[in-house]
């Protein structure tokens, strides 16, 4: 009675059933049905804005009625090239290389105790402190420190207390890097950039320590090799595809971000408030368009040689 019952349900597979033996049946179909979501995602809203930005630069803003010409042209790459332009561009590459070489010479020691010596408890714990900051307002961690660096702010006073005010003005006294305080300095902002960017460069080198084998380390000690030998032929070359990865986020964040230049610093235009200023402020959507290529330009020239630096591998 049972088996004469269940046959007729085991002859007839719920659609459910007959769409997935289909699909076992067909792995290419399968694939496509699930990579059609994520790639026309990436192909329509990141590619073809991407696409329609470009486009945009090559029209061009009539001085005259303030209205965007959509001719093609170079007219507006024309202006993009000016003096003024090169200065805002020479100034955000400095800075983001001086972002990232900074980032990694801090970040490294403390990747290697993280991954060498701290026990798990404490590992937890570091891993723990270095993304905590990620986990709070981005603004709120920018205007802290705007009032951290300000005249009357901690640091001045602690600086003050430790009878080093002379140190400090005469730092902030250098016409490249000075101001009138950290907060409306050069130097101010570097601090503030490399502070909000840290967590990206100590957790690729931290990863790329961990991947190291200590039979390595371990047979260099045994040949004879000492301790900064071994680092410097044995764990500097392996880990530093790790520090490459990590300089590609330090430097592309910096190299785009325009919030901090707006808050900390001298207001001097970066490529990014500069992108903000044209397309806000001012209304020159082709122009903003044509300065957003630059880091474009500049990233993919990183990328290929982080790329051959074997970065791509240590992410």
Excluded at 81 to 91: L, N, V, Y
Excluded at 140 to 149: E, Q
Excluded at 267 to 281: D, E, H, K
Excluded at 297 to 314: H, Q, S
């Amino acid at each position: 009675m049972t088996t004469a019952s269940m046959t007729p349900a085991a002859s007839h597979p719920s659609a459910e059933r007959r769409l997935s033996t289909f699909l076992y049946r067909r792995p290419v179909l399968s694939l496509l049905l699930l990579l059609i979501p994520p790639l026309l995602w990436l192909g329509i809203l990141y590619i073809g804005s991407l696409l329609a930005m470009l486009i945009q630069s090559f029209y061009r803003l009539d001085g005259f009625t303030g209205r965007v010409v959509r001719e093609f042209g170079l007219n507006t790459y024309g202006d993009l090239f000016t003096q003024a332009h090169f200065d805002i561009m020479g100034r955000t590459a400095l800075m983001a290389a001086a972002v990232t070489i900074a980032g990694a010479f801090v970040a490294f020691p403390i990747a290697y105790y993280m991954a060498r010596y701290a026990g798990r408890r404490t590992r937890a714990f570091l891993y723990l402190a270095v993304l905590l900051p990620l986990w709070s307002s981005y603004l709120v961690r920018v205007y802290a420190w705007k009032f951290i660096l300000a005249k009357e702010g901690v640091f001045n006073w602690f600086i003050s207390q430790i009878g080093l005010q002379g140190v400090l003005n005469a730092v902030l006294d250098f016409p490249l890097i000075g101001g009138e305080s950290l907060s409306v300095s050069p130097l101010g902002l570097f601090l503030v950039f490399l502070y909000v960017w840290l967590p990206y460069m100590i957790l690729p080198v931290a990863a790329a320590l961990e991947r190291v084998p200590r039979s390595l380390l371990e047979a260099s000690g045994d040949l004879g090799a000492r301790p900064e030998a071994t680092f410097q032929h044995v764990t500097l070359p392996l880990v530093f595809p790790g520090v490459v990865a990590g300089s590609i986020f330090t430097f592309s964040l910096t190299l785009g971000d325009f919030i901090i230049p707006t808050i900390i610093g001298d207001s001097s235009p970066f490529i990014g408030l500069a992108v903000y200023q044209y397309q806000g402020t001012a209304g020159n959507v082709p122009l903003a368009a044509a300065f957003t290529i630059v880091p474009m330009v500049i990233m993919a020239a990183y990328l290929i040689i982080a790329k051959r630096l074997g970065a791509f591998d240590a992410l």
